[in-house]
């Protein structure tokens, strides 16, 4: 028994969409008001940076993680098994596309066990806060356990189903199954956006909940309500939410500090400066995505090897020009905003009260 056609060709058209930076490409990514304050007088030597960082058990080699893009069809889990052996090669941590499909299809679930693959690195399941309703803790648990992954990412992705004419409308008890999840896995939990950010209020709220993560996954990357409408040829309604959503930096200059260790952030960090610029804002990774997909469908996996290589020399230099030696420096101070940011910042702050 295969697949049924629409959930490979949806899956596969996914991709082709994303490809397409402009189509999909939310109309609000403020990272470029984002400075970070250059140094002259860096007096130590360009080798003595130190960019690792300790997460789940294992030393990764940047604060970078690929995000959860696709899986299932046979594009997305090549894909996927190419990115993990990368990622594994580069010591970076990686999450795979929703096993969703895997309680209709079981018999795929060898395209979902990657752990093989991934022996120096962190690898994290994912599927929809909406799943663990419907199916429950028990066998969302249990799924887990056979995938044999690190940790467990629970996506909130209201706005894509919305968009999807057969998409998901109930999302009730979505919280009390987040905390009965956490409660219950003896692996950690993170719960993510996919593009539209959470507030302050909500990061808050998450962690009463138990969660032990959280990745912003804010506005200013691929939009996904877009991605469906251009897919479902409706962009009459998915155009009203182009510029919907809360970037991650908001987030990231609206909560305590003492929350940002366990504070993932991703949504438009294309580029290492984008990189640099998220972690000196506190996040403890940054997570990409949309520019890892379009380096491998345009050239492969040795432009992906690139891509990483670029990030971390950017990151590097970065630190570098601004005094930074650990990621740690770098998370101190070294930043300002532009004026016009400060002054979206304080209306954010006044109707998203932490």
Known sequence: MGIEPNILENKKRHIEICLNKNDVKSSCNFLKFVKLKHNALSDFNFSEINIKEEIFGYNISMPVFISSMTG??????????????????????????????????????????????????????????????????????????????????????????????????????????????????????????TGFGISPKDVKELFRLGVSYIDLAGSGGTNWVLVEGIRSNNLNIASCFSDWGIPSIFTLLSIDDSLKANIFASGGYETGMDIAKGIALGAKLIGVAAAVLRAFYDSGEDAVFNLFSDYEHVLKMSMFLSGSKSLSELRDNKYFLSSYLLAELGVFKQFYEA
């Open 72 to 193: 299932g069809g046979k594009e997305g889990n090549d894909f996927n098994k190419s990115l993990v052996r990368i990622a594994n090669y580069l010591k970076i941590p990686i999450g795979l596309g929703s096993f969703k499909l895997l309680f209709k299809y079981p018999e795929y679930i060898r395209d979902f066990t990657l752990k093989r693959y991934a022996h120096n690195i962190p690898l994290f399941a994912n599927i929809g806060a909406v799943q663990v309703v419907e199916f429950g803790i028990f066998k969302i648990a249990e799924m887990i356990k056979r995938l044999e992954v690190d940790a467990i990412i629970v996506h909130l992705n209201a706005g894509q189903e919305l968009m999807n004419v057969n998409g998901d409308r109930n999302f009730k008890g979505i919280k009390e199954s987040i905390a009965k999840l956490s409660g219950f896995l003896s692996i950690p939990l993170i719960v993510k956006e």
